[in-house]
């Protein structure tokens, strides 16, 4: 099987998987002028207490004008600014919402539905659609991006996210390689594939270098209590047992509805990954996790990940020839991917488990995906290590 260009998968060499536009650029047409303003203006609202009460009255946009929508940032960028007023909505106030009024739902599922993902902000609108260049001919990393749409606006919440704009980045390059990789596996060519992944070795460091810089601004104790609370979901979150309405919605029937928050884990770079060096996951319900968050990501991202995991001879090619300097560079690329699981699964530990007063929808024991995240985290980190020849 022969992959399609990357970019019919919406990914790219210099970008990745993040968006191909800069996000703070994007013209919205004037029906959705009122939206922007107020999304944007989430921080000094949240601050005040009046997030809610405000978000109450705004008036609906009609859904002629959505549907005249045709261009896709301009779709993406609106989804942004309505995940986050959904979930502000949610969780700006101590007791937790029945149901999401009209003028957000109906917008939020039309969206959505429309760039085929959940109602719900996911990855791909807290992050891989949510940031800007500073210097316009500059390099997509730390020392040139901003956030656009924020919750509180704070250093630490920007960082956060911003970290994971620098690993996406950086991870285009990595992907860029994966055609060839796979080319010359079916080819048998194994100085080609010994080059491609020995390539993707260093981009490996620069991820994860990217990744360690974590705690330079953004501290533990303010994003469990200042920055997580935001970007939970309402599955298997104990503060919401039953979801939540979606008010006017016709395809809900007015009952309750449960998606997953957003989550590191709904990056497509691990999954596709996983996939070219062919590392499974045991049928249990990690496995079901994994299959569930895979419909939270773009389809074209989806589309990357199963063409990759059905197309890829990689570790079928490493293991049936034997040659040593094959064998050593498809391990250094496991022993990488182990080590990016690992500070993950660090950062899980001293950002949220090590955490205290944690409440009902901001556990320190259930992820913002609504998993028992320690346990998930570092089952997926064995199984990779597990898989070295």
């Known amino acids: 099987m022969q ?36 999304a944007m203006s989430l921080p000094d609202r949240i601050v005040t207490g009046r997030a809610r009460r405000d978000i109450e009255r705004l008036e609906e946009v009609p859904a002629a004008a959505l549907e005249a929508i045709g261009d896709d940032a301009v779709l993406r960028a609106a989804l942004v600014h309505y995940a986050f007023l959904a979930q502000a909505y949610v969780w700006c106030e101590d007791e937790v919402p029945a149901k999401l009024p009209r003028t957000i739902a109906r917008p ?15 990855y791909s609108q807290y992050v891989l659609d949510n940031w800007s260049c500073i210097d316009q001919d500059g390099p997509v990393d ?45 080819a048998g060519a194994i100085d080609t ?80 990954m996983d996939a070219l060096l062919a590392i499974g996951h045991g049928h249990d319900p ?28 990689v570790r079928e090619t490493v293991a049936r020839v034997r040659d040593p300097s094959l064998t050593e560079a498809y391990n250094d690329c496991l022993e990488r991917l182990t080590r990016f699981r690992t500070r993950h699964l660090e950062y899980a530990a001293s950002y949220i488990h090590k955490q205290s007063r944690g ?3 901001n556990a320190t024991d259930v992820g913002t995906g609504g998993t028992p995240f320690m346990k998930y985290l570092k089952k997926h980190r064995d199984e990779a290590n597990a898989h070295r020849l």
Request: contains cysteine; negative net charge.
């Open 286 to 313: 990690l496995r079901g996790y994994l299959d569930e968050l895979h419909v939270y990501r773009p389809p074209g991202h989806r589309a990357f990940i199963d063409e990759v995991r059905a197309a890829s001879s």
């Open 108 to 122: 939020l599922w039309a969206l959505a539905g429309r760039v085929g993902q959940p109602p719900i902000l996911t």
């Open 142 to 186: 730390l020392a040139n991006t901003r956030m656009v749409q924020p919750f509180i606006a704070g250093q630490d919440e920007a960082w956060f996210v911003l970290v994971h704009v620098a690993i996406e980045a950086a991870a285009g390059r990595m992907l860029a390689r994966i055609p060839a990789a796979i080319a010359a596996a079916d």
């Open 193 to 272: 594939l010994t080059a491609e992944l020995e390539a993707m070795l260093g981009v490996w460091d620069e991820m994860q270098a990217a990744f360690n810089r974590m705690p330079e601004r953004c501290d533990p104790y303010i994003y469990f209590q200042r920055v997580r609370p935001w970007i939970h979901g309402w599955k298997d979150n104990p503060a919401m047992p039953d979801g939540i309405v979606y008010e006017g919605v016709e395809e809900a029937c007015g009952r309750p509805q449960s998606f997953r928050g957003q989550t590191g884990s709904q990056s497509s770079i691990v999954p596709v």
């Open 359 to 361: 409440t009902a929808g």
């Open 3 to 38: 992959l399609r260009p990357l970019e019919t998968y919406d990914v790219s060499a210099d970008r990745g998987f993040l968006c191909k536009y800069d996000a703070a650029r994007v013209a919205l047409p004037d029906s959705l002028d009122t939206i922007r303003h107020f």
